[in-house]
Each structure stands twice: as C-alpha cells, then as structure tokens.
C-alpha cells in the first residue's frame, strides 16, 4: 500500500526562494509540491484545488500579503501553515509573529541564494523536519472575543456557572466595545489583544481576579485545545476537567504567597502560541521569576519576546548574563546557549553541546532549577516534538516541585509532553487553557 503524500502548497513572491523551496521540498518521496503562488490571493484561489496538507506562506507579498492570507485561510479553510520568512528587523520579526497570532502553527527563515554545503543541508533537514511534523496537525477555527482589559467585580458561584475562571484585565469599555471577534487556530488559548495599551497601564499591578467572570465575557473555561478538551473548576491532578466537581470560587481577592520560588517553561512546535496563552494571564506582580524556553529558529528570538512583551502584563526580556532572576519578569535564554546558574542564582550562559538535539535546550535549564530551587520550582511542558525536557520535568519532580504536562488534546504536537508524563515526571495533566488558573492558585492566596 502506498504511502500517502504530504502536499505542499507554497506561497511565495520571490522566484529564487521558490526555486530553493522546491527543489529541498521534491526531493524526498513522500512529499510533493502541488503549487506555487506568487501572492495571497493566488494561493487562496489554489486551495480548493490542489488540497493542500501543508502550505508554506512569507510575510511581505503583493496583493494579500502573509498576516490576511492566514487570517483568510483559517476563516475558510483551516489549514497548518508554516511562515518561512528573511524578516530580521525588530518591525518585521514582530509581523511575523502576527501570523502565529492569527493561526499559523511555525516560523522558518527564508532560504537565500548562495547557501551551500553543510548549511544548506543542515536547511533542508530542518525544514523537511518542520513538514513533516506540520503534515499531523490538525488544525481548525473557533471564535473567541480579544482579552479585554477592564476590572471585572467578583462573581460568586462555581465555575461551571460563570463559565470558567476568568483573568482581572485592564481595557477601558470603550475599547472593549471596539474589539471585534477573532479567529484563532489549535493551542490557541485566551490571550492577546495587548499591544495596543500603554506601557504603564499594560504593567499596571493588579491582583489576579479568581473569582469567576460575567457571564458572556472572556474566559480561559471557554477556550480549550483541539477535540473539544475544555475545562470548568480548578484541576486535580491528573484529572481532565470534565470530569472534575463544581469548584465554590473565592468571593475575595488574593495576594502573593511565597510556597514557590520560580516558575519555568519549555516548549517547542506550537510553543509561541501556548506561551501567549499562558503568560498574557499573569499580572504585573506576578509573585516570581519565569524562564522560559522555546525552540526557535535562528533569527526569530527576538521578534518573539517583542510579540510577548505587547501581549502581557509581565516584562518579557532576554536573560542577562550575571543577573539573578526577578519577580514580575519572564526570561528566554539568548539564541544558541543553554540556560543555567551559578553558585549565586545568577544566569550563567552555556555551549555545551545541544541536549536532546536542542541548545538551549529544556532539559538543561529545568536540571539547573531544580538543583538551585528543589521543591521551590513550579515546572511547565507544552506543546512540542522530541523528548527535550522530559528529564528535566523528572529531576523536578524528584526534587519536590510542582509538575505540569500540556494534554494531548490541546497540544499542537503531542511529544515532549507525552514523554514526561510516560516518565512519571508530570503531577498535573491539563489542557492549556485552565495551566494559567491552577498557576495563579497555587502562587496567589486568599485574603
């Protein structure tokens, strides 16, 4: 029985980058290029027609150009999309981003003329890696309000009630009036909408609202992964939230307590989306540190923490080297370094060679928290291929702390998760959109 192909659908003004995506995309037998567009409007023309598994879209295009061309295929017909993109400054590293946000699932920079020898190979595994992976996901729309930013009074009653555990915000009601619905793709969870606020308003300390929300407004209950996992009460572990009792809502606010000391997160394919969907839900007085790390390709780091800086509450940086993690700030390692301390819980950077195929890599940095902060570290897997972290996950664990595996369901790709929990490593099993909740529960204490 023959093998089904992987069908690519490539979107792409420059002639030179088509050349090059075709003849790296052709060469393995299972996949087959099925087209090439010159401009969004083409590509979505082509669609309908050549079925596409896998479409591969720049950013600056004539006509349509990449951020409406996903708007329009995820409205029409929902399909992975990976961004391959020459952006590297700041202004165009920040668009592309802007397609993660409207559904695509990756990001890959543009091959250039010239590239030859082990660089080019090195390409082209990475890219037909990145397919191939793409080519099992199933992706699809749902609509969703933008987080609105205005304080919500407290709402007594359970969860199921009110409909999930909703997040304080600080948008006007003007503006929220003026937010409009938004389409938004598989692991997409309740975040975004915060670029446009002020500095000084979007850092605005707050205490984090877990009291329920108004029926009808925002709510991270409402927004669940991929095959309906959604959730309703605080979590047990191990336990989906379908299944979970009605949890009472406290009536009061609650302040920072003091049981952790860190929070870290690892992620890989589909991580920026989960990422946002967490970290836009934490308030600017979050009570620790959060060092994050994404598998990312070359280039797009930075363009990454400046999208997460104008989606969040808390300062989104890069970790700079000799200085000891604060509260209130998320920290990334810089490209091509592991992540790690030293003798006085200041950042230290590492090239020791990559772990699990990966510098940084999750599992070096999530080893590193759990020998300086033991059952003081708060760990987090999400989405992503490979097994990077899952070691890391268990010396956590092993060390007291607290362990957290994205689920199945909402997972992009469901690799790095399913390792640590078939380890043992993970406490807590949960879809993306009720991790922020059980976060701000087990950091935030009731009056």
């Not at 030179?16 to 995309?25: C, E, N, P, Q, Y």
């Not at 860190?262 to 007085?285: D, E, F, K, R, V």
């Not at 969040?312 to 390692?333: H, S, T």
């Amino acid at each position: 029985m023959n093998k089904k192909l992987i069908r690519v659908l490539i979107v792409e003004d420059s002639p030179v980058a088509t050349i090059i995506l075709k003849r790296i995309l052709d060469a393995p037998p299972e996949i087959e290029v099925v087209g090439a567009a010159k401009s969004g409007i083409e590509g979505l023309e082509m669609i309908p027609r050549v079925q596409p598994d896998v479409i591969c879209t720049d950013l600056h295009m004539p006509r349509m150009g990449g951020l409406e061309f996903t708007s329009e295929v995820m409205s029409r017909f929902p399909k992975p999309i990976l961004v391959i993109s020459s952006s590297v400054q700041p202004e165009d590293t920040h668009n592309v981003f802007k397609l993660l946000d409207a559904g695509a699932v990756d990001v890959f920079p543009k091959p250039r003329s010239g590239i030859t020898g082990n660089n080019y190979e090195i390409l082209k595994q990475e890219l037909l890696a990145k397919i191939r992976v793409l080519a099992g996901v199933s992706v699809f729309t749902i609509r969703r309000k933008t987080k609105t930013f205005q304080p919500i009074p407290p709402v007594s009653g359970t969860a199921d009630e009110v409909g999930g555990v909703g997040i304080r915000s600080l948008r006007s009601p003007a503006e929220d009036q003026r937010s409009a619905s938004a389409e938004v793709s598989l692991g997409r969870s309740a975040g975004g909408g915060g670029s446009e606020m002020g500095s000084s308003l979007r850092r605005a300390n707050v205490q984090p609202q877990l009291d329920g929300a108004k029926p009808g407004s925002m709510s991270l209950g409402r927004l669940s992964g991929a095959r309906g996992a959604g959730a309703t009460g605080l979590p047990q572990p191990h336990q989906e939230l379908a299944k979970v009792k009605k949890t009472p809502l406290p009536s009061t606010p609650r302040l920072p307590t003091t049981n952790f000391k860190i929070l870290t997160i690892g992620a890989s394919t589909g991580g920026p989306q989960a990422l946002q969907g967490i970290l836009s839900q934490l308030p600017a007085n979050f009570p620790v540190p959060t060092v994050c790390i994404q598998h990312i390709s070359e280039g797009f780091l930075q363009g990454l923490v400046d999208w997460l800086n104008s989606e969040c509450m808390v300062e989104v940086k890069i970790a700079p080297l000799g200085e000891k993690p604060q509260p209130g700030y998320v920290y990334f390692p810089p490209e091509g370094k592991h992540l790690e301390f030293d003798s006085g819980g200041r950042f230290v950077y590492s090239s020791a060679p990559p772990c699990a195929g990966h510098r940084p890599s999750v599992t070096v940095t999530f080893n590193a928290i759990a020998a300086r902060y033991g059952a003081g570290a708060i760990a987090v897997l999400l989405t992503g291929m490979g097994r990077d972290g899952a070691d890391g996950m268990l010396s956590i664990s092993l060390a007291g702390g607290l362990t957290i595996a994205q689920n199945e369901a909402s997972c992009v790709v469901f690799g790095m998760p399913k390792e640590a929990i078939a380890l043992g490593a993970a406490k807590y099993v949960l879809p993306i959109s009720d991790i922020p909740p059980l976060l701000l529960n087990k950091l935030f204490s009731k009056i």
